[in-house]
């Protein structure tokens, strides 16, 4: 059965360093998302992108952020200069079309020292 | 703002129980529903879709009351492998492109 996958699995990095989170969605699905969950709370979503562009992002997503489709089947996620405040899980997900529902990898682990 | 509100849990039950738990939501023009599973530090992984005329897979139960704005999720037969934290999700917009909208999640412990 397809599958997103995400790499890395934990990634631990300094304040102020930039990191890149990447993802595989599955094949054939249209749209690409980011989310991600602090500790203990809630899932919340960061970006959605289609046809190669943003459609639409959280307040979360501020400048620090951006993302990228670089080819035909990586999507990441860019932090440029990380802040305590950014460790969290990021989950990347995709879906096919419509309103069906999303399949999520199983997430980078981002802490932030 | 939208939200998707949850019961807090969590629940303990003991094998064989039925436990219910209920999830609202503040916008009415929400379009999708989904009850996702999460198990500790893993990944949000779809249960079931919930339709307007309420749908049944197995041991699992979901109605939706677009008029209350309330949807619910019924388990019976509760076994160990069953805990986790149950995730309402909500699609509240009209395309693809429109996010999903978490609830905070319900924690269900299944107890030999």
């Known amino acids: 059965e397809p599958e997103v996958t995400q790499t890395p699995s934990h990634q631990v990095t300094q304040m102020g360093q930039e990191v890149i989170l990447r993802c595989v969605p599955i094949?054939?699905?249209?749209?690409f998302y980011w989310y991600r969950q602090i500790l203990g709370q809630k899932v919340e979503f960061l970006v959605s992108f289609y046809n190669n562009e943003i459609s639409e992002k959280s307040e979360i997503f501020d400048d620090q952020f951006s993302v990228e489709r670089p080819d035909g089947s990586n999507f990441t996620l860019k932090i440029r200069s990380t802040k305590l405040e950014d460790s969290a899980m990021y989950f990347c997900?995709?879906?096919?079309?419509?309103?069906?529902?999303?399949?999520f990898g199983p997430g980078t682990r981002l802490t932030v020292l | 703002r939208k939200e998707v509100e949850q019961d807090p849990g969590p629940f303990n039950v003991p094998e064989g129980a039925t436990v219910a738990f209920n999830c609202t939501y503040s916008n009415s023009a929400s379009q999708s529903f989904f009850w996702y599973r999460q198990d500790c530090r893993k990944e949000p992984k779809l249960l079931m879709s919930v339709y307007s005329s309420g749908n049944e897979d197995g041991r699992f139960t979901a109605q939706l009351n677009r008029a209350s704005q309330y949807i619910s999720l019924l388990i019976r037969d509760s076994k160990l492998s069953d805990s986790a934290t149950y995730l309402c999700?909500?699609?509240?917009?009209?395309?693809?492109?429109?996010?999903?909208?978490f609830g905070k999640g319900t924690r269900l412990s299944v107890i030999a």
């Open positions: 999700v909500v699609n509240m917009g009209f395309s693809g492109n429109t996010p999903l909208v």
């Open positions: 997900a995709s879906r096919v079309e419509g309103l069906g529902e999303q399949f």
């Open positions: 094949s054939n699905h249209l749209y």
